[in-house]
Nanobody, 114 residues
Framework: QVQLVESGGGLVQSGGSLRLSCAVS????????MGWYRQAPGKQRELVAQ???????LYADSVKGRFTISRDNAKTTVYLQMNSLKPEDTAVYYC????????WGQGTQVTVYS
């Protein structure tokens, strides 16, 4: 049973930083890709950043230059370093792992206040 465990959300002032972590377990192979999505109240879930098994990264335009996605050598833990946070970054952040199907973490709240 594939499981994703997230950590690192919290409350931060505008301009501050947070680092999210997501560890995947229960699979003998690494995911095809891992990433972070977010969902703000009243909005659809959107892709924030993704890293493929080959290490190719993808970012939403709104976070380019501020957020960095990375992973460990085993390719089973993914990190999202979020710098220069803005109030509009406030959302529940979900970790995603792509195998033959998508798996999701439970979500972690990120709140940025001005």
């Amino acid at each position: 049973q594939v499981q994703l465990v997230e950590s690192g959300g919290g409350l931060v002032q505008s301009g501050g930083s947070l680092r999210l972590s997501c560890a995947v377990s229960g699979s003998i192979v690494s995911p095809n890709a891992m990433g972070w999505y977010r969902q703000a109240p009243g909005k659809q879930r959107e892709l924030v950043a993704q890293i493929s098994r080959a290490g190719i990264t993808l970012y939403a335009d709104s976070v380019k230059g501020r957020f960095t996605i990375s992973r460990d050598n085993a390719k089973t833990t993914v990190y999202l370093q979020m710098n220069s946070l803005k109030p509009e970054d406030t959302a529940v952040y979900y970790c995603n792992a792509q195998f033959d199907q998508d798996y999701w973490g439970q979500g972690t709240q990120v709140t940025v206040y001005s």
